[in-house]
């Protein structure tokens, strides 16, 4: 399996103060949004992508409110927005300019951690002609196609380039095809997770988390967190299986932002699943 950061990606962090910050904010280099046909670089999966981190909803709200940290004429994905805390701030500064929208199918996912202590050992039980090993960017393409979120140009480089960097887990069936995986992102978790329909239920979920796990702990990692829609109960047992504890209290929401000049049949603009506008 491929190394961790072996290309780093550029981001900028803000926070509140230092030390002992109350909010941290960490979002890639490029703040203004790119020209028709200009490459944009700071992209992260969807679109231009935000991190945040708070205890203090007040200082949360003036950094966002800064216009020398975010450009608030662009769509902005804000990526695992704590719940509810830090989500009601960021939903009430994005509906200053524009409006927000959320994703049934991420409304809310419960965060899970493993640790080298409580990670379990399973039997690999792989068919003959199968095997495991690690996704490359030449997978991003079917990767692209099987995310709920792929499908288009953007992700398509974000996949590229994550695929390069970071670890990842996955059985080949006997043409050497990706039937099921799990990959390692920049926040930090294990996540786009899948498996062919006609190859489930033989438990090849459990085998790519567990072997992903397992390398990331060899690696030096203290920990990897997971996060489940809190409506999907196989995945939750899975990980429970595994030796995933729920982290208490630790729910994550995704938020889109799109300015009041654009729409959604505007040039470039993201339509994910199920989006609707929670007003």
């Not at 949004?33 to 200082?59: F, K, M």
Request: include cysteine.
């Amino acid at each position: 399996m491929s190394g961790l950061f072996r290309r780093p990606l550029p981001k900028i962090t803000s926070v509140d103060r230092w030390p002992n910050p109350e909010v941290v904010l960490c979002r890639p280099t490029q703040v203004h949004a790119p020209e028709p046909g200009e490459l944009d670089t700071s992209v992260r999966q969807i679109c231009y992508t935000v991190s945040l981190w708070s205890i203090n909803a007040e200082e949360l709200e003036k950094i966002l409110k800064d216009p020398t940290v975010l450009n608030w004429d662009r769509e902005i994905m804000f990526h695992g927005v704590a719940c509810p805390s830090d989500r009601d701030v960021v939903e009430k500064v994005c509906n200053l300019s524009g409006r927000h929208y959320l994703t049934e199918s991420s409304d809310c996912c419960e965060v899970s951690m493993m640790t080298p202590k409580t990670l379990r050992e399973i039997p690999l039980i792989i068919p003959p002609g199968f095997r495991v090993g690690s996704l490359r960017p030449c997978h991003a393409a079917q990767v692209n196609e099987e995310w709920s979120y792929g499908g288009n140009d953007s992700t398509m480089k974000y996949l590229e380039v994550a695929l390069d960097i970071f670890p990842s887990a996955a059985v080949f069936d006997t043409s050497d095809r990706p039937v099921s995986y799990m990959i390692y992102e920049p926040e930090g978790c294990m996540a786009m997770g899948y498996t062919n329909p006609a190859f489930r239920k033989r438990g090849f979920f459990s085998v790519v988390n567990y072997l992903l796990a397992r390398h990331l702990f060899r690696i030096g990692l203290k920990q990897v967190y997971v996060q489940v829609i809190h409506t999907n109960h196989a995945s939750k047992n899975a990980y429970l299986k595994l030796g995933a504890e729920v982290v208490p209290g630790w729910r994550q929401h995704w938020i889109l932002y799109r300015p009041s000049h654009m729409s959604q049949d505007s040039p470039g603009a993201v339509c994910l699943p199920d989006m609707r506008s929670d007003e």
